[in-house]
């Protein structure tokens, strides 16, 4: 009898694989974000999602947990976190035709270990009052004396603004983006404080004309009844590189180097590159879907339309120290 039970037990437990099939996500992404998608993904494929919210640490609880780690993917935003993810060596290459389809090569690991789910552009936010919406025109621009005491920034050492000094030394090489720095720093208003929207808040409050920003944020600001104001008096501006497209950032999947889930990890890569898992995506931090065809939400739509700068950002991530140099160099925080 008990060898008969163990028997049966024994071949329900090859059969359990395909019952219990799951993946383990562990994300920088708020719950929110991520529920209408692993939701559709349970629905579509019957593979059970779990997910673990982090504030921090994710790379080090990876390399903690080692080759016991239950993680198949990590969800995050920034290059300068996906990049630091490779280096830590916790994730792993993935390759298929559909993730290729789905993503532009700007927006993908050239060797594949990660992948972008969505774009936010780094843009300018002007006065609606006092900016004429003509006078901006590039990034290279805000360096010119016109905007002397005009411009208000976030840190230069946040990751938002490190980005976008590494693009301008990809594009124009360190001595110039240095020079370039300089200028920004003499034309500021203030002293470099607080986020992308406290700095719309100081347009609105008549401190400055222009800030830089990220583009969800106006849609972030329109949410809240007293940000709406600070909102309503700006207008989303795209600025683009003498020679390229406008500053974007991303946000993306990686699958971790030790996915006890393999299979089921890649099919969710795949499914959440598909344009519609990416416009959904997309459309809950007001963000830009980047699959073929795909589209952001009319709101969005409407604050303009920019060609992206075609630059990998794994090109960017390279020069992120070089960039945070720089911005010690001139003291632009100071
Ligand atoms: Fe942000």
Request: hydrophobic share 40%.
């Amino acid at each position: 009898m008990f060898l008969r039970l163990a028997s049966a037990l024994a071949a329900i437990s090859i059969a359990a694989p395909a019952l219990a099939q799951e993946v383990n996500l562990y994300s920088y992404r708020q719950p929110e974000l991520l529920k209408p998608l692993t939701d559709a993904f349970t629905e579509e494929t019957g593979i059970k999602v779990n997910v673990a919210f982090l504030n921090k640490g994710l790379v080090e609880r990876l390399k903690a947990e080692g080759r016991r780690s239950p993680a198949d993917l990590i969800f995050t935003v920034d290059i300068s976190r996906l990049a630091a993810a490779v280096e830590a060596g916790v994730t792993q290459p993935v390759e298929s035709p559909a993730l290729s389809a789905n993503v532009p090569a700007a927006f993908h690991d050239p060797e594949g270990h990660w992948w972008g789910l969505t774009t936010r552009a780094r843009i300018v936010y002007a006065s609606k009052d006092r900016v004429d919406p003509a006078e901006v025109t590039t990034y290279e621009d805000l360096a010119d004396p016109k905007w002397q005491g005009r411009i208000c920034t976030r840190s230069g050492t946040h990751p938002y603004t490190v980005a976008l000094v590494a693009a301008v030394i990809h594009h124009h090489g360190e001595e110039e983006a240095k020079t370039w720095l300089q200028g920004v720093k003499g034309n500021l208003a203030r002293k470099p404080q607080g986020n992308d929207r406290a700095q719309v808040k100081a347009i609105w409050a008549g401190e400055c004309d222009i800030s830089l920003g990220n583009t969800y944020y106006m849609g972030k600001m329109l949410e809240d009844t007293e940000q709406q104001d600070w909102a309503n008096s700006v207008n989303v501006l795209f600025p683009t590189f003498e020679n390229a497209g406008t500053h974007v950032n991303i946000s993306g999947v990686a699958m971790t180097a030790s996915a006890p889930n393999r299979d089921n990890a890649l099919k969710m890569m795949e499914f959440l590159t598909t344009g519609k898992a990416q416009e959904v995506y997309a459309e809950a931090n007001y963000e830009y879907p980047i699959a073929p065809g795909s589209e952001a939400i009319d709101l969005v739509k409407n604050w303009g339309s920019f060609e992206a700068d075609d630059t990998n950002l794994m090109d960017l991530a390279a020069l992120r120290e070089a960039a945070l140099r720089l911005v010690e160099e001139v003291d632009f925080d100071g």
